[in-house]
């Protein structure tokens, strides 16, 4: 038996929604979505049994965020375990490491399987790995064992209902994802807080909120233009330029996702009507930064569950590596935000590069596809190589400038200070934009039925 089918036997403990009889209307597929929003939500907000704090120390945001993580609820553990085990499949199956060919339906039903497998034994992994780090008890070694493993059931439970949810939504229940919904919930949640939340984050301090903490300094006239426009900034607090970037930010991002270039093609079964392809200038998404986001996430979340045994200077150093720069951190860490700066362009352009061969949209898998709709590029042979060879001259210089391009939108929002971090804004408008597209195809389909033919539904 291979690894694929031991994780794929594991994987079938996790109760599998059936994918439904036929087609969902597009209203029940958003009420459906909006439920499972709403469970998430709940997961999110209800304390864990038995723990006495939300965690030693605060996890950062951008792990909160890429992860759908919130300290010391049923949501703790997030989508981390699922989509951790479906990257590590992934790279093993782009890499050759397993011999899997996803084009086969079988393959691809136990690839699934084999993802939630390997998502459970993560899973199992996490909660251990916080109860036995001893991050929400200020005194570990009094609290009776059993606390503790009802602490550990608990967080396998969310972790295990978050992926059942995810997997039901996919199924063809919900529109798009639970994993894109999930992260697209935590943003939001960030941003306004951001925005409105009206207490300080410690006892004693200032008000977090941009808002209320404006208004309660117009009220005893003590308000500092220089303070509230960057100056908070310093202690990661929301400020005014945060919010300027935010909004130019998603401004850039719904433009840049919008945004094609045109291959021009003929179609020669219509008597060699020429035409183009539309290649999205963003043509990997959010996906570079989704995926050097979660590698980033899941190791600062392991040096945290064990900084007791590696050692809080260790920790704290690493961590300062792998930690998003802010205007502040380049004057006076520049050394580790040049690093982090590096670190983060180079995975993001290493993991462009790894999704188009992975999902297909390398040159030589367009090519055949542009072959079966029998369709030609003027002046080239039909002939796949000749055809990929062309396509390559677009496809990976697109691939790179891409990568580029959202690696430096989030980094910039970071930089700044953007409200749900310059990852979450990237993540949340590539998210809300391919709703729309959800949306406007499905709406489409029902507005004019005899298309259902055209395109085989």
């Known amino acids: 038996m291979g690894i694929i089918e031991a994780l794929a036997k594991i994987g079938l403990v996790i109760p599998s929604a059936p994918r439904p009889a036929r087609k969902v209307s597009l209203g029940k597929r958003l009420l459906f979505t909006a439920l499972v929003a709403i469970a998430y939500v709940m997961l999110a907000s209800t304390k864990l049994y038995g723990i006495q704090m939300a965690g030693r120390g605060t996890i950062s945001p951008i792990i909160s965020i890429i992860l759908a993580m919130q300290s010391g609820t049923f949501a703790q553990l997030g989508i981390g375990p699922i989509v951790t085990a479906g990257l590590i499949l992934q790279i093993l199956v782009g890499a050759k490491i397993l011999n899997l060919d996803l084009n086969d339906p079988e ?191 899941d190791i600062l979340l392991f040096l945290n569950l064990f900084q007791n045994y590696i050692g809080a200077n260790t920790v704290n150093t690493i961590r300062a590596y792998l930690s998003p720069p802010t205007l502040y951190a380049f004057i006076i860490r520049p050394w580790e935000s040049i690093a982090y700066t590096v670190l983060f362009m180079a995975l993001c352009i290493l993991f462009g590069l790894l999704w188009v061969e992975i999902a297909g949209l390398n040159p030589e898998a367009q090519a055949e596809n542009l072959i079966k709709s029998g369709l030609d590029i003027p002046g080239m042979r039909r002939n796949p190589r000749v055809l990929a060879s062309y396509l390559a001259r677009y496809i990976y210089p697109l691939t790179v400038f891409s990568s580029i391009v959202v690696a430096l939108i989030s980094l910039i929002g970071d930089i700044f200070g953007s409200y749900g971090t310059g990852t979450g804004l990237l993540l949340a408008v590539g998210i809300v934009y391919n709703y729309y597209q959800i949306l406007l195809y499905e709406r489409t389909l029902e507005m004019y039925p005899m298309l259902r033919r055209l395109v085989g539904e």
Do not use: C, H
């Not at 798009?176 to 306004?192: C, E, K």
């Not at 009206?198 to 208004?215: H, K, N």
């Not at 117009?218 to 426009?229: C, E, K, Q, T």
């Not at 970037?245 to 008597?271: C, E, H, K």
């Open 107 to 297: 393959a691809r039903k136990n690839f699934t399987l084999a993802s939630k497998g390997l998502g459970i034994i993560l899973a199992v992994v996490e909660a251990t790995g916080f109860v036995v780090s001893g991050v929400y008890w200020y005194v570990p070694q009094a609290v009776p064992i059993w606390i503790k493993i009802a602490v550990v059931l608990q967080l396998l439970w969310g972790g295990i209902v978050i992926i059942m949810l995810d997997e039901a939504v996919q199924k063809g229940w919900g529109l798009g994802s639970g994993v894109s919904l999930f992260i697209l919930i935590g943003v939001a949640w960030r941003f306004f807080s951001d925005l409105f939340t009206p207490y300080p984050l410690q006892t004693g301090g200032e008000i977090y909120g941009l808002v209320p903490f404006v208004i309660t300094s117009i009220r005893n006239g003590a308000l500092n233009f220089w303070y509230i426009f960057i100056e908070r900034l310093a202690m990661g607090y929301p400020t005014i330029v945060g919010f300027v970037t935010s909004i130019a930010l998603i401004a850039a991002l719904s433009y840049l996702n919008a945004a094609r270039i045109n291959i021009p093609i003929v179609v020669s079964r219509y008597g060699g009507i020429k035409t183009k392809v539309p290649l999205q200038l963003l043509y990997v998404t959010n996906i570079p930064v989704l995926l050097t986001g979660i590698l980033i996430s």
